[in-house]
């Protein structure tokens, strides 16, 4: 089994940055992928970034040039760097992991974009 411990979220005004962590802990084998999903009051969860073997990354549309997603191999740590952020950004935020054949999915961070 694995753990994922997810931190960041919060209250942010619109134009506001926040950094989200997610840390990968126990019985891990191979990761292949990490990324974050978010799931808005009556939305569909949807994905927000990927980071595909340590180098690949991937971005909703919605996203791109706002956010940027890292990897801490070391650490087993996937990062969501959120800039310019906007009410619509606000979301309940979920770390997903890819470890061997195994997907894995964090509790959830709130991230409230308000004035």
């Known amino acids: 089994q694995v753990q994922l411990v997810e931190s960041g979220g919060g209250l942010v005004q619109p134009g506001g940055s926040l950094r989200l962590s997610c840390a990968a802990s126990g019985s891990i084998a191979s990761i292949v992928a990490m990324g974050w999903y978010r799931q808005a009051p009556g939305k569909q969860r949807e994905l927000v970034a990927a980071?595909?073997?340590?180098?690949?990354?991937s971005y909703a549309d919605s996203v791109k040039g706002r956010f940027t997603i890292s990897r801490d191999n070391a650490k087993n740590t996937v990062y969501l760097q959120m800039n310019s952020l906007n009410p619509e950004d606000t979301a309940v935020y979920y770390c997903n992991v890819r470890d061997g054949s195994r997907y894995y999915w964090g509790q959830g961070t709130q991230v409230t974009v308000s004035s």
């Open positions: 980071i595909i073997s340590g180098a690949i990354t």
